[in-house]
């Protein structure tokens, strides 16, 4: 059964700094894209950042570059997301998620089969 476990979030202030885990188990991902994607109350999914369990090219939404980091640890199975230069507007529920690595559809949220079950992150002002 898979299990994807997020950790590490919490409050900080503006301009602070949090790095999120996901702590991935139940199968081989090597043939997966793990992704990050946030929801804040009252709105829609989004999508954060993604990497390839392989691999290769990072993904970042336009709101995040050059803030945050996504990278994975294949030893340890877990997948990071270091945040910098946190905004209020960062602040909400954080998921860690799988989908299966088809080359495509790395944005979208419905394409992703397996979730955590999300990690908050209130960034104050």
């Known amino acids: 059964q898979v299990q994807l476990v997020e950790s590490g979030g919490g409050l900080v202030q503006a301009g602070g700094s949090l790095r999120l885990s996901c702590a991935a188990s139940g199968r081989t991902f090597s043939t997966y894209v793990m992704g990050w994607f946030r929801q804040a109350p009252g709105k829609e999914r989004q999508f954060v950042a993604a990497i390839p369990w392989s691999g290769g090219q990072t993904f970042y939404a336009d709101s995040v570059k050059g803030r945050f980091t996504i990278s994975r640890d294949t030893a340890k199975n877990t997948v990071y997301l270091q945040m910098d230069s946190l905004k209020p507007e960062d602040t909400a529920v954080y998921y860690c998620?799988?989908?299966?690595?088809?080359?495509?559809?790395?944005?979208?949220?419905?394409?992703?089969?397996?979730w955590g079950q999300g990690t908050q992150v209130t960034v104050s002002s």
């Open positions: 998620a799988a989908k299966w690595d088809n080359g495509v559809y790395v944005f979208n949220y419905e394409r992703y089969a397996y």
